[in-house]
T-cell receptor
Framework: KAGVTQTPRYLIKTRGQQVTLSCSPI?????VSWYQQTPGQGLQFLFE???????NKGNFPGRFSGRQFSNSRSEMNVSTLELGDSALYLC???????????FGQGTRLTVV | GEDVEQSLFLSVREGDSSVINCTYT??????LYWYKQEPGAGLQLLTY?????DMKQDQRLTVLLNKKDKHLSLRIADTQTGDSAIYFC????????????FGTGTQLKVEL
């Protein structure tokens, strides 16, 4: 089975712009979660989608949003980018039965 | 509330055993995990333990769980230079979907 695929791997954006990141989960997994990793705050949960519905949400401002498609692929969007949004964004997929979470390689976002 | 703590650094000699420790505060944790992150990479799931278990062994890895003290440890036998990485413990809470709460991470350095 192919693993979790995140695209793109690297992004450079300017303050005020918006960005969309993509995540394709492991085949058959309907749960997709997103995390932000920064040196200062560590790994923080953004949100989880299951079967096209947001099931969990972390403590991030409304500029951070996501969605999931019928094929379980997920996107997250960050609008009005700030310098502090520079981070590694990680996506994880989980099987319906069981609690393993498998991560992709991440998207490194740099806001300048 | 949720809080997961780890020591920041651990240095061992190649061939020795490494023990990475983690404490958590929420007694409703269902599953506890260990992840490995190498530079520039995503998170690799190493192993996990259900909260009603005391120990789990998987090749060179041994996980010990002390529920009374809310203490989790990961022992790596015969540590190799390829084990140098950051190790994160994480928990999922009962009824929390697939939301992982991560520790701060322990940087393991293996010296020759």
């Amino acid at each position: 089975k192919a693993g979790v695929t995140q695209t793109p791997r690297y992004l450079i954006k300017t303050r005020g712009q918006q960005v969309t990141l993509s995540c394709s989960p492991i085949s058959g997994h309907r749960s997709v979660s997103w995390y932000q990793q920064t040196p200062g705050q560590g790994l923080q949960f953004l949100f989880e989608y299951f079967s096209e519905t947001q099931r969990n949400k972390g403590n991030f401002p409304g500029r951070f949003s996501g969605r999931q498609f019928s094929n379980s692929r997920s996107e997250m969007n960050v609008s009005t980018l700030e310098l502090g949004d520079s981070a590694l964004y990680l996506c994880a997929s989980s099987p319906d039965r069981g609690y393993e979470a498998f991560f992709g390689q991440g998207t490194r976002l740099t806001v300048v | 509330g949720e809080d997961v703590e780890q020591s920041l650094f651990l240095s061992v000699r190649e061939g020795d055993s490494s023990v990475i420790n983690c404490t958590y505060t929420d007694s409703s944790s269902t599953y506890l995990y260990w992840y490995k992150q190498e530079p520039g990479a995503g998170l690799q799931l190493l192993t996990y333990i259900f909260s009603n278990m005391d120990m789990k062994q998987d090749q060179r890895l041994t996980v010990l769980l002390n529920k009374k003290d809310k203490h989790l440890s990961l022992r790596i036998a015969d540590t190799q230079t390829g084990d140098s990485a950051i190790y994160f413990c994480a928990e999922i809470l009962t009824g929390g979907g697939n939301k992982l709460t991560f520790g701060t991470g322990t940087q393991l350095k293996v010296e020759l």
